[in-house]
């Protein structure tokens, strides 16, 4: 956790403006949809530019933006901030601590005309799955891996040490934002170094997260496991195509939950182990788990791959919770305080690169105040249809500068400006935010 000062700002009057310009649509969920915008309304001057505004990272056509992403949920809510902040993500949002690698609040807003609530966020490039669909199969230098892999569980042991569950950890999850390259140290012997990219990673979508009502373990462990193990191979390493075939797949590799075929060797990578209660709610759902033994899972990783991080994901991917590896622990798993100190070097130096946050007079210099910046006064009416024109055929769903090309040609509605009048509060911040 680093300390830093809140960066959450809200104005002092109940009912105020919100200006923005929509640049264009990023994506669309079960229930909401996010859209990168050019942010001319009033944020904290100590508020940094994000990562992928850093001079290595920043596209030419975004160097005059402030740009943010602005994410309106598609639920309509009851017609009173009171009842918007008692959402599950905004209660995550404003009482989980600030973390490097947990996605940053910038501001809320609910649109009462529209009953329509607003997040808006730092922007990142991309997702975890985007970026490793962008390889192209070309795999990632060994310490990129432990990079990304720690900076992700660090993220994730933040929120447990917070008091929640995220409970929906997964690639599309996983913000990635490339920012330049690097020689990254080979720790095979005699090897020699690798060129890949610097990466920054943040968690979001706390849309399904719950306050904890009982002490660990905690089962998203699990899905820690399998993204690094799609990370490292590039593919996910249970590729089911329904909950049957999933749990099918599973088994093929973990082999049975009913400990007949526990590895007995301490030092193998063996099996998910005796699953006792998995096993007993499956009988009583009339279901019988495959009698397969389990298979070694070093055997499905290239032969590059550390056996230590092997034994890390297996830590992980075991059937019972309280078997598997916190986020704590695996923090301090022998194969990251071995990695790490490489991982962290590159990390720091990527930090580094961040520019120091911008003064009051730095922002009116850079980006103008509303005021003077131009302007098409718009209803809520004409912004919210703005918003749902932009279809995803519009959209550069790409990578960054450096996994991917420049973007395409804004059309009319990429280029729509609207000044909202919309209702927030209480004034002055989001009440109870932590930082």
């Not at 995220?166 to 080979?186: A, F, Q, S, W």
């Not at 309280?322 to 070097?345: G, N």
Request: net charge positive.
């Amino acid at each position: 956790m680093t300390t830093r000062p809140l960066l959450h700002h809200f104005l002092t009057r109940s009912a105020s403006i919100r200006s923005l310009t929509l640049l264009k649509y990023i994506g669309d969920g079960a229930f909401s949809t996010v859209y990168l915008c050019d942010w001319h309304g009033a944020l904290s001057p100590g508020t940094p530019l994000p990562a992928m505004q850093w001079p290595r990272a920043c596209r030419p056509e975004y160097t005059d933006k402030r740009l943010v992403a602005v994410k309106r949920m598609k639920p309509q809510w009851a017609d009173s901030w009171e009842n918007c902040t008692q959402s599950k993500e905004f209660i995550a949002l404003r009482e989980i601590p600030i973390h490097p690698n947990i996605v940053l609040l910038y501001d809320c807003f609910f649109v009462p005309e529209k009953k329509e609530l607003y997040f808006v966020f730092e922007p990142m490039e991309g997702n975890m799955y985007e970026f490793m669909k962008s390889r192209r199969g070309q795999t990632l230098a060994g310490v990129l891996v432990t990079s990304i892999s720690h900076q992700i569980a660090s993220g994730l042991s933040h929120i447990h040490s917070s008091g929640f569950f995220h409970r929906d950890l997964k690639p599309e999850n996983i913000l990635v934002t490339t920012i330049g390259m690097c020689t990254y140290p080979n720790t095979s012997p005699g090897a020699p170094p690798e060129l890949d990219v610097v990466v920054v990673i943040k968690i979001t979508d706390f849309g399904l997260a719950r306050k904890m009502a009982s002490k660990p373990p905690y089962t998203e462990l699990w899905g820690l496991g399998a993204v690094i193990a799609e990370l490292v191979n590039l593919r996910p390493l249970f590729p089911g195509k329904g909950e049957l075939d999933q749990i099918h797949r599973i088994t093929a590799v973990l082999g049975n939950p009913s400990g007949e075929h526990v590895a007995r060797t301490p030092s193998a990578v063996l099996g998910g182990g005796e699953w006792v209660d998995g096993v007993r709610l499956a009988h009583g759902l009339g279901f019988q788990f495959l009698q397969t033994p389990p298979v070694d899972l070093s055997t499905l990783f290239d032969r590059k791959v550390p056996r230590e991080l092997v034994k890390c994901i297996a830590g992980l991917l075991k059937y019972d919770p309280a078997a598997r590896l916190t986020s704590a622990q695996c923090i301090e798993h022998p194969y990251f305080r071995k990695m790490a100190p490489f991982a962290d070097l590159v990390t720091r130096s990527a930090f580094c690169l961040q520019p120091p946050p911008l003064s009051a007079e730095a922002v009116r210099e850079k980006f103008g105040s509303t005021e003077s910046r131009p302007q098409m006064g718009a209803g809520l009416a004409e912004m919210s249809l703005a918003m749902r024109r932009m279809s995803p055929a519009a959209s550069d769903s790409s990578l960054g500068s450096t996994m991917d090309s420049a973007p395409k040609s804004q059309n009319s509605q990429n280029s729509y400006k609207s000044r909202l009048n919309v209702r927030m509060g209480p004034p002055g911040e989001i009440p109870g935010r932590r930082n």
